[in-house]
């Protein structure tokens, strides 16, 4: 396993503890690329709102060389990543979890088994693993590129070769315009077409029209929205614009000449182990074939003379949402008012929830344990509890729930989406304790405790609006909740009591108690 580190002091990112050990400061912010070629750390120090990178490294595990034809990851292809992640897991040890981001991409989607290795290497990392949809990963490759550029006018086309898919961004300074992810990558493009690492001309060329397929998808579109630059991040266009310019094929910048003078000599090679060219690492040359493919079928389908690498990328970008998330310009917040907006949620109601859910938040926090961000899930699901009626009454907790899991939201994670839907779906009703399958194994115990404040917060607003709701007072015990109202309000309040008296058989059926008084 190739392994690339670039390190930096990091002298002043620790404090010393009495009895001699060290514990990282809280100013240091740590992202983590599951990706499907390599798996990439960056550990950094937020300053001011700029970050300083510490230390760097990155190890080719090539996940998506392990998956087969129906899509199980092999156990030797597990291994390789879980041994990268104990590595990686000593640089992070002991750091705040909020400010830890691991984020895993193409072949964790595909991945059927997925599951099986989260949890193996959360046990290693001992930080959750979130699996993102490739929009999202658009999104944060360019939140990554955009801040290592200059912050001028115009609009710009970022693409990223990644082993299992390719992402496409219009964007204009640090705002997306469009963001796509289509299923074609370095390492999937090299075993389809080249097997047994076989090199041929004729292969080449299906690997191109492939490709070209694939980009009809978005050709149009973007052409129709255009841009100023182009500008390529991660390994393979890295790779290729220094192969071009240390060849001498090209001054400044990956251009559509030195492109087609690097295919030419690539060609000439019989075998990806034979691949030998100025720029291009041995471990890259072996699916830096399935990357220029891709690359040149980009070039041809998109009329690009020069393309420009950026350093920047998914874990530069998953830094910087981190950092957004800590200076109140967190993106998940816009996607839940555009949702709220789309589907005609009541918005009065909506805060009358989210409110009387925070009061009861704040009163369990510190018995429950929980970390402060749950709020902002709390208060997401009540903002969006009754999204599913814009579809139908019947059943609208898990149209609702539907919605959430299934949609593009960016921002959000496939587990973010996952805990958010069963939220949703649980805040009426029976509990769907069969759903809880698709939570993290960590945080199923959370999510239930917020599930049952939701429930509360909800019954409590069945009147929406036509009276005052005072908050209660929460007395907890072992599984158990005791709701303390005003003397005398439960008898001015009938419906509210019998409401209170059937989620007492609710809350019994998944082994919790419930009393009211």
Not at 73 to 94: D, K, M, P, V
Request: charged residues 25%; contains cysteine.
């Amino acid at each position: 396993m190739s392994e690339t580190p670039i390190t930096a002091s990091d002298s002043t990112s620790h404090t010393s503890l009495a009895d001699g050990a060290v514990q990282p400061s809280d100013d240091l912010i740590a992202a983590i690329d599951l990706g499907s070629n390599s798996f990439h750390m960056v550990v950094a120090q937020e300053f001011q709102g700029e970050i300083r990178t510490l230390e760097k490294r990155g190890q080719k595990v090539q996940l998506a060389a392990g998956l087969d034809d129906n899509n199980q990851l092999s156990e030797a292809a597990q291994q390789r990543g879980l041994e990268c992640l104990r590595e990686f897991a000593q640089r992070i040890q002991g750091m705040n979890p909020e400010r830890v981001s691991v984020l895993a991409t193409n072949a964790l989607r595909a991945a059927r088994n997925r599951q099986e290795f989260i949890v193996r290497a959360e046990e290693i990392l001992g930080y959750p693993i979130e699996v993102i949809a490739g929009r999202e990963e658009a999104r944060l490759i360019y939140l990554g590129v955009s801040h290592t550029l200059a912050d001028d006018q115009g609009k710009r086309l970022v693409v990223d070769i990644g082993g299992g898919s390719t992402e496409f961004i219009i964007g204009s300074r640090f705002e997306p315009k469009a963001l796509e992810s289509l299923h074609m990558g370095c390492v999937s493009f090299t075993q389809r077409f080249f097997k047994d690492g076989l090199i041929t001309a004729s292969h080449f060329q299906e690997a191109v029209n492939a490709a070209r397929q694939e980009l009809q998808n978005i050709e149009s579109a973007y052409k129709k929205l255009g841009w100023k630059n182009a500008v390529g991040s991660s390994g393979t266009i890295r790779a290729a614009e220094q192969a071009v310019m240390e060849n001498g094929w090209s001054q400044e910048g990956l251009t559509r000449d030195g492109l087609n003078q690097l295919r030419q000599r690539l060609l000439q090679f019989n075998h990806v182990d034979e691949v030998d060219l100025p720029g291009v690492k041995p471990e890259r040359a072996q699916v830096f074939i399935g990357g220029m493919a891709i690359l040149t079928a980009i070039f041809d389908a998109f009329d690009i003379e020069v393309m420009t690498y950026s350093d920047g990328a998914l874990r530069e970008g998953a830094l910087w949402d981190l950092v957004g998330r800590s200076t109140h310009e967190d993106v998940r917040n816009r996607v839940v008012h555009s949702l709220m907006e789309r589907f005609y949620v009541d918005e009065a109601q909506a805060e009358r929830v989210r409110d009387t859910a925070l009061q009861l938040f704040k009163q369990v926090k510190k018995d429950w344990r929980l970390a402060g961000s749950w709020k902002h899930w709390l208060a997401w699901a009540a903002q969006l509890h009754e999204i599913g009626l814009s579809i139908a009454h019947a059943g609208f907790h898990k149209h609702g729930a539907y919605l959430l899991r299934y949609s593009d939201l960016l921002g959000f994670t496939r587990q973010g989406q996952a805990t958010l839907g069963f939220l949703v779906r649980s805040h009426r009703r029976r509990y769907p304790l069969e759903d809880m399958a698709v939570l993290s194994s960590t945080q199923r115990d959370t999510v239930l405790k917020l599930s049952l404040l939701l429930r509360l917060a909800v019954l409590l607003n069945h009147s929406r609006g036509a009276h005052p709701v005072p908050t209660p007072e929460l007395q907890l015990g072992e599984q158990a909740i005791d709701l303390i109202l005003p003397a005398g309000w439960l008898e001015q309040h009938p419906m509210t009591a019998r409401d209170l008296a059937s989620e007492v058989q609710y809350f019994g059926e998944i082994d919790w108690q419930l009393s009211f008084r």
